[in-house]
């Protein structure tokens, strides 16, 4: 197999969890091969650069291996090499632990309330989650 289309290579290597999503990231300009927009037909072909906006971070790969089909996860980075500056996997490895630690609570105090849980998304929300520290400071 010398080349392939590229909405089904980044499906086939589990960057998209289906087709279709993948072919939508192409068309919305979400993938990049070799530098240029890549439609959901366009050609890879082995030693290609893939650049990938998913999340909010940009993600590149370039590419190892061609795949007939879909392929367990061991298998799938096997077929490419994630060459993504380091400083943009830093921020997708504190986004992704961010998201999996859930809130820390006293033990035994249950679920937070309505009133909490409204606090804590505006704290979360907020550009400055140190605007309280100032409030204090001016008061003295």
């Known amino acids: 197999m010398e080349k392939m289309r590229i909405d089904k290579w980044v499906w086939a290597v589990r960057i998209y969890k289906s087709r279709t999503i993948a072919a939508d990231a192409c068309k919305s300009g979400k993938i990049r091969l070799n530098g240029n927009v890549a439609k959901p037909s366009a050609l890879v072909a082995e030693n290609d650069k893939i650049e990938v906006k998913k999340n ?29 500056p380091q400083e943009e996997m830093n921020k997708y490895k504190n986004w992704f632990m961010g998201k999996a630690q859930p809130e820390l ?12 849980r ?10 400055n989650p140190f605007d309280w520290w100032d409030e204090e400071e001016e008061e003295i």
Request: charged share 40%; net charge positive; aromatic share 8%.
């Open 56 to 84: 909010g971070f940009n993600l590149e790969f370039k590419v190892i291996k061609l795949l007939k089909s879909r392929v367990g996860a061991a298998i799938a980075v096997e077929c490419y090499e994630n060459i993504t």
């Open 105 to 116: 609570r006293e033990r035994g105090t249950g679920r937070p309330t309505k009133k909490e």
């Open 118 to 127: 409204r606090e804590i998304d505006d704290f979360k929300d907020s550009d």
